[in-house]
Each structure stands twice: as C-alpha cells, then as structure tokens.
C-alpha cells in the first residue's frame, strides 16, 4: 500500500452513512490515503434521519472502523452534528481524549480564525419546515439509486455518466438562488463576528471561494458530500485545496480485524502548522 499523505486539516461532511447513495467504500479509501493531524467532521455523517436496520452494510460499518483507527493512532477527530444526525447534538461538548462531538468549532489556524459548523441553522427550509426537509430527504435518496441505474445503463452503452441532482440543481432557478443566498449568509455572519474563514456542510456544494462584505475579506469553503460529489477538504503548507475522489468502482479488502464549545468571544484554540 502506497504512504498515506500527511495533512494538517481535512473536513469531510454529508456522507450520509446509512443510506443507498453513500459512496463508502470510496470514502474509506480516501481515509486509507490521509494522514491528518485534525480530522473535522462537518455534519450528516450518519444519516439518522433514514437509518434503517435492514441497511447498514459492512462497507458503511468499515468509514467508522477507519475514523475509530484515525483517534486511535493519535488524529484530533472533532464531530460536528448536522440535521441528519441532530440527534447528537444533545451530547454536544462530550470529548474523550482526542475525540469531540459538538454543534460548532473554532480554530485559530497559523493565525486565522476559522469557524466550522454544519450549516443548517441558516437553512429557512430546516427551521421552519423540518417535515418538509425530511421528505426531500427520502426524495433525494430515491433520485440518488434511479441515478446509478441509468449510469449503469450507460457504462454498459459506453457513454458518459449523467448527475440528475446536478442537473435539477442547474435548471432551477429557485436551487441555484438558494445556494447563493446560503453561501452569502454565512459568509456575512462570519464577517459579523470577525472571522477569517468559514466553513460548512449541508448544501453538497464542493467551493473554495473569496467574500467580502463591509470590507471584511472572508474565505468561504464547503466541503461538499461523499454521495455525488465525493470531496473534502484539505489544509496542507498553509493551504486550503479541494480533494475530489475519482468515481470508479471501489473495491475494498475483505474485512479485516480493527484494532460545549466557548461563545464567539471566547478565544479559539491555536492550531500552528507544522507543529512544533
């Protein structure tokens, strides 16, 4: 097995184990290819929402052995809850070790402030129609499987493989607003507090981009999704880059044997790279 890469920082989001359309078993690759310091989980990691008995398979159960393998081994996992695992968020500021499940996360990062959080408090749909939000859920699901079947088809045919969320998100004028809007919010607030760099989940939109607002420079980034887009994030040499996961079938070894936070005053932990 090829060296895994050593990283400052990566935050993956919205794997939404548990459900049909997780890509896990590229998912636990990826992790089998890093080796962060800090390993930041942004939100809908396990898809509580839609979690059913009847699927949870080994290649779902593998994501967590690995994660477990990360904390063993010495990497800084910070849990993060979203809207599909808020059922966690009453367990909000447990740590154990190297280990932390909470609703948000500041760090100060080689002398930026970075402000982590999931994202979907400052989604309207969420707070005020959360049964409308959870039957998208299962919407999005089925598109999700109807979507590997036809790209089946179309392996098989020998043309090129077609996103229909992609697509729906694209030609509706109200979905590509929507993401705008969010991104803009949370940039502002963001700014409002006097952070450098914020960080989200929720919308499964993979970006890196520069902000501004009442000339606070923000650096806004989203992690994106292990369901379509396959990306995460990565802080390397000072750096914040996109890691996109090439969409190949994966196939994975047989199983083997696995060995609250402050307010916005309060001061961020420090987090200097490379580490003393």
Known sequence: MSEKRPLDIVVISDVHLGIYGCHAKELVQ???????????????????????KRYFPKSHTKV????????????????????????????????LSNFVI????????DGKK???????????????????????????????????LVNHLLEKLGREKMSFSKKVK??????????SDFEQTVAEIAADKQFDVVCCGHIHQPEIKQMNYNGKAITYLNSGDWVESLTSLEYHQG??????????????????????????????????????
Not at 65 to 90: C, F, Q, S
Not at 102 to 109: E, G
């Open 30 to 52: 990826y992790l089998d290819s890093i080796d962060p310091r800090i390993l930041v989980l942004n939100g809908d990691i396990i898809d509580i929402w839609q979690f059913s």
């Open 170 to 179: 694209e030609s509706v004028k109200q979905a590509v607003k929507f993401i």
């Open 64 to 95: 967590i052995r690995r994660i477990l393998k990360m904390i063993g081994k010495g990497t800084e996992v910070y849990y993060l809850t979203g809207n599909h695992d808020e059922a966690l968020r009453k367990y909000a500021g447990f740590g």
């Open 239 to 276: 750096e914040w880059k996109l890691y996109q996961h090439a969409h190949k079938k994966a196939h994975l070894p047989e199983e083997e044997e696995e060995t609250s936070l402050p307010e916005w005053a309060a001061v961020a932990k420090v987090v200097t790279f490379p580490a003393p």
């Open 102 to 109: 909470d609703n948000k996360l500041i760090l100060d990062v």
């Open 114 to 148: 970075h402000w982590f959080f999931h994202g979907d408090v400052y989604d309207v749909t969420m707070k005020n129609s959360k049964w409308l939000a959870k039957l998208g859920g299962k919407g999005y699901d089925f598109l999700i499987i109807l979507n590997r």
